[in-house]
């Protein structure tokens, strides 16, 4: 049984930094590629980040490029999102994710869904 757990999420001040974590258990880590969506309340579920199984390549959303960061350690099955200088506009529940390749984070391919941290930036 496959299961994502993200950790990390609270309440921060605008311009503050958070790192999200998301434990994977139950399928060969490195095999997938992993990423980060969020869905603000009353909106659509939004990508935020992917990153290949070894690491390699990245992709970001606009919103949050230079600002977010996301990597994996693959020796503790974990993948990280870093977000520096956050906006009260990235306030939502963030979402760890799984997949088979990089493309299926933008064409709704998604494997497996982590239940969310709720991520809260004050102004």
């Known amino acids: 049984q496959v299961q994502l757990v993200e950790s990390g999420g609270g309440l921060v001040q605008a311009g503050g930094s958070l790192r999200l974590s998301c434990a994977a258990s139950g399928l060969t880590f490195s095999s997938y590629t992993m990423g980060w969506f969020r869905q603000a309340s009353g909106k659509e579920r939004e990508f935020v980040a992917a990153i290949s199984g070894r690491g390699s390549r990245t992709r970001y959303a606009d919103s949050v490029r230079e600002r977010f960061t996301i990597s994996r350690d693959n020796t503790k099955n974990t993948v990280y999102l870093q977000m520096n200088n956050l906006k009260p506009e990235d306030t939502a529940v963030y979402y760890c994710?799984?997949?088979?390749?990089?493309?299926?984070?933008?064409?709704?391919?998604?494997?497996?869904w982590g239940q969310g941290t709720q991520v809260t930036v004050s102004s």
């Open positions: 994710a799984a997949a088979g390749f990089l493309d299926a984070f933008r064409t709704g391919g998604v494997d497996y």
